[in-house]
């Protein structure tokens, strides 16, 4: 799910590049210094899980997980992903640099969306907690699916055809993800349930 | 006499033209468009299978490598690392 060069119009190109940039600015700032070797995991986690390819009818749809970095992440989740993208864009030729913008808003919208949504809706069990994760990490991608139609809506394509489109073929990756959110969250809860409770701070810290 | 002649060789001509033309034509019209219907398929085939080695050549081409992945990996941990030894000095 990403958005070639080219395929938007100049203007929403350029406008999603300085939302994108805004919102890079906000993340960047409620990044805590000691949390940065976790996003560093995680940025490499989001860099790699675009590999894994799932067969699809004739072609083949990639796992984007969103919606983990985001749980696990909180507002730094927008650094992780943009950095992931501009190395996917630069090493895999996905999507293109003029397309950046999009491709960040399209990734890192549904990732913030995914943790604040985690941050409320948590709880204190365990099966909650779970339960959340995999309903983050699958409303995450069906959103970005969402935003996909939209964007491309604006270079003139028909919303309703590509948003169906878009929804079909992510099905899978919205299952699997579910399940690969599911299990990390239940991981993390056995092995260090302290990664879960990220606040998610919208005021600044100084 | 002399218009018998031409008349003659006239006609020897065009029996001449008849037979030299004759053969050909019934030989080779019947066999001509078979053959190179046959050719055709022949060629059409090779292009595909051509076309089908280009297209697996780019995709084979455009996959990230192994190569890739490790620069990526290299970049998110080093420069996280730059940021990070940046942040120890600042304090």
């Known amino acids: 799910m990403h958005i070639s060069d080219g395929v938007l119009p100049t203007a929403v190109a350029l406008g999603t590049s300085a939302v994108s940039a805004g919102f890079l600015l906000w993340s960047l700032r409620r990044t805590p ?3 940065l070797p976790k996003v560093a995991v995680l940025t490499s986690a989001f860099f790699v899980a675009s590999l894994i390819h799932l067969p699809f009818g004739p072609t083949s749809v990639h ?13 730094s989740a927008f650094l992780a992903i943009a ?4 190395l ?6 996905f999507g293109g640099l003029t397309a950046l913008g999009a491709n960040l808003l399209l990734m890192g919208l549904p990732a913030l969306l995914a943790g604040l949504v985690f941050y409320h809706f948590k709880g204190r069990s365990k099966k909650q907690r779970i339960l959340v994760g995999a309903l983050c990490g699958g409303g995450a991608t069906i959103f970005s699916a969402l935003l996909l139609a939209l964007l491309l809506a604006s270079g003139g394509e028909d919303f309703i055809g590509v948003a169906k489109l878009a929804l079909l073929a992510h099905i899978p990756v919205v299952l699997v993800e ?3 959110s599911a299990m990390v969250v239940s991981f993390l ?3 260090k349930p302290e990664l879960l409770d990220i606040p998610f701070v919208l005021k600044e810290k100084m | 006499m002399t218009v018998f002649r031409r008349v003659l060789c006239l006609v020897l001509l065009v029996f001449c033209l008849l037979l030299a033309g004759q053969p050909t034509f019934a030989e080779e019209s019947p066999a001509q468009p078979e053959l190179l219907q046959q050719q055709n398929q022949q060629l059409h085939q090779q292009l595909r299978d051509a076309r089908r080695e280009i297209a697996r050549l780019k995709a084979e081409g455009s996959a990230p490598g192994w190569k890739d992945v490790v620069t990526g990996l290299g970049f998110i941990f080093g420069l996280s690392g730059v940021v990070m030894m940046v942040n120890a000095r600042r304090r």
């Open chain 1, 63 to 75: 796992l984007l997980i969103p919606g983990l970095v985001g749980a696990l992440l909180g507002p």
């Open chain 1, 83 to 86: 950095l992931g993208l501009v």
């Open chain 1, 33 to 35: 210094a000691d949390d």
């Open chain 1, 189 to 191: 809860l056995k092995v």
């Open chain 1, 178 to 180: 579910a399940g690969v």
């Open chain 1, 88 to 93: 996917q864009c630069l090493l895999f030729q």
